[in-house]
């Protein structure tokens, strides 16, 4: 009991730090949209982590750095992992209705930036850079094509991001990539072994992923011509 009082405690801490610095450099409105949009992020993953006997899972949030779902152990096939990583940015996504509903029938689009917030939020978890959730849902995919494929795609996408990263001033997102990419390139083919994709879930595999992609990318750009939001939120400046 008191172990789950302290977790409670902490989760609500955590929270409250996660959206004052959230709130430092997007506002009130970008923390809430963003706070809200790591906890149905994280419970899309919780919803299929669950499902596909990897559970029980919890909702992690991390100050400074956002959510992340337990998994008490790795999945049984890599197409359920592909299933886990992109359950959160699909899931994800409904965190933006309440945001699209208000800015509807209040007429005010200020409330668009909240859509604006979820969809980028998602849309950035879906770059192949580990640790983010399109590295490992495209994983497996290179995996299956050569373990040094995934290795070497993992690394050069880490360079791409990395440099956005550091170009755009975001220097804790650029220490994130780095120690998932080091991390994701020692571990590859390190785990517990997995079914490999067959070749009807390896398609499946990458239409879901170009699915989601799609998807959130319709959303953030949706909010971003409709609601005046400036283009420079994306590299992390207020509006």
């Known amino acids: 009991m008191r172990s789950r009082l302290a977790n409670l405690a902490w989760g609500a801490i955590s929270t409250l730090i996660l959206a004052l610095w959230v709130g430092l450099w997007a506002g009130p409105l970008g923390a809430l949209a963003l706070v ?33 779902a337990t998994m008490r152990r ?32 209040s007429g005010q689009k200020s409330w668009l930036v909240g859509v604006f ?11 192949p850079a580990a640790p983010l959730d399109g ?39 650029a ?20 079914r490999p994709l067959t070749p009807a879930e390896w398609l499946g595999a990458l239409a879901l992923y170009a699915v989601v992609v799609g998807l959130c990318a319709a959303v953030t750009f949706w909010a971003l011509r409709h609601g005046g939001v400036e283009p420079r939120l994306l590299l992390g400046g207020r509006s």
């Open 36 to 68: 809200g949009g790591v906890f149905v992020h994280e419970f899309g993953h919780v919803l299929v982590i669950n499902w596909a006997g990897a559970g029980p899972s919890t909702i992690r949030i991390i100050p400074f750095l956002g959510g992340a």
């Open 74 to 105: 790795a999945p049984d096939s890599d197409f359920k992992g592909v299933l886990i990583a992109l359950a959160g940015p699909a899931f994800g996504l409904l965190a933006a209705l309440p945001f699209a509903l208000v800015a509807e029938f």
């Open 117 to 127: 917030y979820v969809g980028a939020l998602n849309l950035i978890n879906l770059a």
């Open 135 to 173: 590295a490992k849902a495209l994983g497996p995919v290179l995996g299956r094509i050569h373990p040094w494929l995934e290795r070497i795609m993992l690394l050069v996408i880490a360079v791409v991001v990395l440099t956005w990263a550091l170009f755009s001033g975001n220097w804790l997102f």
């Open 175 to 194: 220490l994130v990539v780095a120690l998932g990419a080091t991390r994701a390139f020692m571990m590859t083919g390190a785990g517990p072994a997995a």
